[in-house]
C-alpha cells in the first residue's frame, strides 16, 4: 500500500522527496525520543510501535473503501511514524538511509542521512553551487506542513547539511535539476492530492491527526 499521505510529513527532507516508493535498504533501528528529544537504539527485531502504526494505516484503507467513512480522527504519533521508519516496512527514495522526524504544531522537523550521489545518479553539474549537494551528509529541515480539502502543502523554511544552511537559490536549482523532473509536485513549496480519502491532516505536537470524508 502507498502511503506517501503519510509520508507527506517528510516531503521535502534534505532535498529529496518522500512521494516516491523506490525501497531502499532498511534503516538502523530507533527508538522513540529520549527526554533530550534525540532518539536512541533499539534493539534490532523490536516494532512494536511499527505494528500499531501499520494497523491504523490499515484501518485508513479500510476505511476509505467504505461509502460513508467513519470521520473519527487516526492520531498517528511521532513515535509509531519513527519506529515506522526504522522497521524497514517504508519505502523510501533512493539515496534516503535514515528518517527522523519532530513534529510540533504545524512543523516538522526532519533529520535525515542523504546519499547525494545516489539522487544524481552521475548527472554533473558546472554550477559551484552544487558541490554541497555529494557524497553522504546528514540534513536537517524544517517545514511548515499541513493538508486540508484533500490537499497536503508543505513550505520548506530551511535545509542544513552538516549543520551548515543551504542558500534557497542552491536548494532551488538543485530540486529543478534532480528531484522535480521525477517529483513534479515537489519545490520549495509543494501541493499533493491526500490518498485514501484523507480530508485533513494536522501536525500536532509529536503527532499527526488524520480524517476521512
Known sequence: MKISWILFTALLIGAAVFLGQQPTSP???MSPRSPSGAA?????????????MQRKLDHLRENAASAHPDQTPTVLT??????????????????????V????????TGLVTVDFDE??????SSNPLMAIFSGTHNVRVE?????????GKVHARSVSIDGIEVPTIALQFFLEKYVTPKYPNVG????FPLPERIDTATVG???LTLTQK
Open 143 to 151: 517545514t511548515d506542513a499541513s493538508g486540508s480539502g484533500g490537499e
Open 101 to 108: 522526524l519532530q513534529g510540533t504544531p504545524g512543523m516538522i
Open 119 to 124: 539522487i544524481r545518479a552521475g548527472q554533473k
Open 40 to 52: 536512541t537504539p533499539r534493539p534490532s527485531g523490536s516494532h512494536q510501535l511499527a505494528e500499531s
Open 205 to 207: 505536537q509529536h503527532k
Open 188 to 191: 520549495i513549496d509543494s501541493h
Open 27 to 29: 534503516p538502523p533501528s
Open 78 to 99: 511521532e513515535e509509531e511514524i519513527n519506529d515506522y521508519f526504522a522497521s524497514g516496512k517504508a519505502q523510501l527514495p533512493q539515496g534516503v538511509k535514515k528518517v
